[in-house]
């Protein structure tokens, strides 16, 4: 047993970004799920139809916190139940590698191939924002990066809104 009460036995939770909930995850989508529809109607985009999205706590680490806990909010554009793949599998898989290394999975399959691990997906399409991570899977990668950035250059926004309308003060 531990002997310091301040110290976690096993990895924890975080406590939860403020401002970046699942709501605000969540609105986020719904303003780049347009841009996300409208793009998926063209087959160069990508052929399946689909698409997961996960976004991560951005309060979360790695270091303390289990991935699954720190998921923030998850969507599906079409029906899971037409899907020809496991969508959200390859997304969470996505999302897991760049919330662990920090890094787009592009970079790291393509310049950081050392952080790799043997378990890893060997897909790429995320964005790694400013501490914001979001996958997307279900369109050609280049296209899931991209939806992926739109959602949290959102999600970004939101954040600052929320954390510029919502003034705190000095909590101790």
Known sequence: MNSNPFLAASPTVSAPSFY???QAAAQAVRMALPLIETAMKDPKVGESGFLYIVVMDPASSPVRDQFEEAILYEHSVGDPE???ADYASFARGKAY??????LDSHLVQTVYPQLLQKNDSTLWGTACLDGYVVAASGANPWYDE???MAVAACLKAIVKGRAL???RGLTL
Request: proline share 6%.
């Open 20 to 22: 970046a909930d699942r």
């Open 82 to 84: 037409q899907w020809d």
């Open 97 to 102: 590698l760049s919330w662990r290394t920090g």
């Open 146 to 148: 991209a939806f992926a």
């Open 165 to 167: 309308s919502e003034p």
